[in-house]
């Protein structure tokens, strides 16, 4: 299955749509910003309108803003993860895009650009420096996440693998196999499965805290959900629980049964 950069980049919206987190930030933010009222919309609107204001810009503007991002991360590098440089300048494009938005929700609410309080250039540079800081932010506290797990794993706690978070939350389950197609690898576990557009070698780094093996360029499998080896016409395959088969490639049939797999 190989996606263009508009199904990517829809896709992952829609998956970003259904996490019950992101409308619980959508609904603080608004909440917060329309009894705050910055900008001048304290004295210009009421409450009501004020926090419909905030909540269509906040909606309007967040939605616009990761629907460039998640565009230019497949356009420069479809292969790869997002790092604090690429973000941060993905985040800064987008900046153009809100600024249109914000320009033209406020040319419906205040009658703009009669009277307007700030011109359209000034608020597209505004757009641009705060979106390019918050898209670093995000990455840096995600990183400082990441890390902060990773250290209480070492601790002694259980560690949950990272690929797991990469899920939508109803297929996060115990770990079967991970699966290459095209671009993308197909996660695995015992509550389904999704279609992640990384290279297997980053979705394997990411399972740390799972026993698993590499069996061949395009597979590797949880060892707990291999049930059985079998051959076939001289070529070993690893049946899982499920029901699945992989094959075994000659290169990785030693590391196979080192692990007790066949």
């Given at each position: 299955?190989t996606?263009?950069?508009l199904?990517?980049?829809?896709?992952?919206?829609?998956?970003?749509?259904r996490?019950p987190?992101?409308?619980?930030?959508?609904t603080?933010?608004?909440?917060?910003?329309?009894?705050?009222?910055?900008f001048?919309?304290?004295?210009g609107l009421?409450?009501?309108?004020r926090?419909?204001?905030?909540?269509?810009?906040?909606?309007?503007?967040?939605?616009?803003?990761?629907?460039?991002?998640?565009?230019?991360?497949?356009?420069t590098?479809?292969a790869?993860p997002l790092?604090?440089?690429?973000l941060?300048?993905?985040g800064?494009?987008a900046g153009?895009?809100?600024a249109?938005?914000?320009?033209?929700?406020n040319?419906?609410v205040?009658?703009?650009?009669?009277?307007?309080?700030?011109?359209?250039?000034?608020?597209?540079?505004?757009?641009?420096?705060?979106?390019?800081?918050?898209?670093?932010?995000?990455?840096?506290?995600s990183?400082d996440?990441?890390?902060?797990r990773?250290?209480?794993?070492?601790?002694?706690?259980?560690?949950?693998?990272?690929?797991?978070d990469?899920?939508?939350?109803?297929?996060?389950?115990?770990?079967?196999h991970?699966?290459?197609?095209?671009?993308?690898?197909?996660v695995?576990?015992?509550r389904?499965?999704a279609?992640l557009?990384m290279r297997?070698q980053?979705a394997?780094?990411e399972?740390?805290?799972?026993?698993?093996?590499?069996?061949?360029r395009?597979h590797w499998v949880?060892?707990?959900?291999?049930?059985?080896?079998?051959?076939?016409d001289?070529?070993?395959?690893l049946r899982?629980?499920?029901?699945t088969?992989?094959?075994?490639?000659?290169?990785?049939?030693s590391?196979?049964r080192?692990?007790?797999?066949a």
């Amino acid at each position: 299955m190989t996606d263009g950069p508009l199904q990517f980049t829809m896709r992952e919206l829609r998956r970003t749509l259904r996490a019950p987190r992101f409308w619980l930030a959508i609904t603080g933010a608004a909440l917060l910003l329309g009894l705050v009222g910055p900008f001048g919309t304290y004295d210009g609107l009421t409450l009501p309108v004020r926090l419909a204001y905030w909540a269509v810009t906040v909606l309007a503007t967040y939605l616009t803003g990761l629907f460039c991002v998640f565009l230019l991360a497949y356009l420069t590098s479809p292969a790869s993860p997002l790092g604090m440089t690429r973000l941060g300048f993905a985040g800064a494009v987008a900046g153009v895009p809100v600024a249109a938005i914000v320009w033209l929700i406020n040319w419906v609410v205040f009658a703009w650009p009669d009277g307007a309080a700030i011109g359209f250039v000034p608020l597209v540079f505004y757009c641009i420096v705060i979106s390019g800081l918050v898209s670093v932010l995000i990455a840096v506290f995600s990183r400082d996440y990441e890390m902060a797990r990773a250290a209480s794993g070492a601790a002694g706690v259980p560690q949950r693998p990272r690929i797991l978070d990469r899920l939508p939350p109803a297929k996060r389950g115990r770990l079967r196999h991970l699966s290459v197609q095209d671009h993308y690898v197909d996660v695995r576990t015992d509550r389904g499965g999704a279609l992640l557009l990384m290279r297997l070698q980053d979705a394997v780094a990411e399972t740390e805290g799972v026993e698993g093996l590499r069996i061949h360029r395009s597979h590797w499998v949880a060892s707990d959900a291999v049930a059985e080896a079998v051959r076939r016409d001289g070529r070993l395959f690893l049946r899982l629980d499920d029901g699945t088969e992989l094959p075994v490639s000659r290169s990785y049939v030693s590391d196979v049964r080192e692990a007790g797999l066949a």
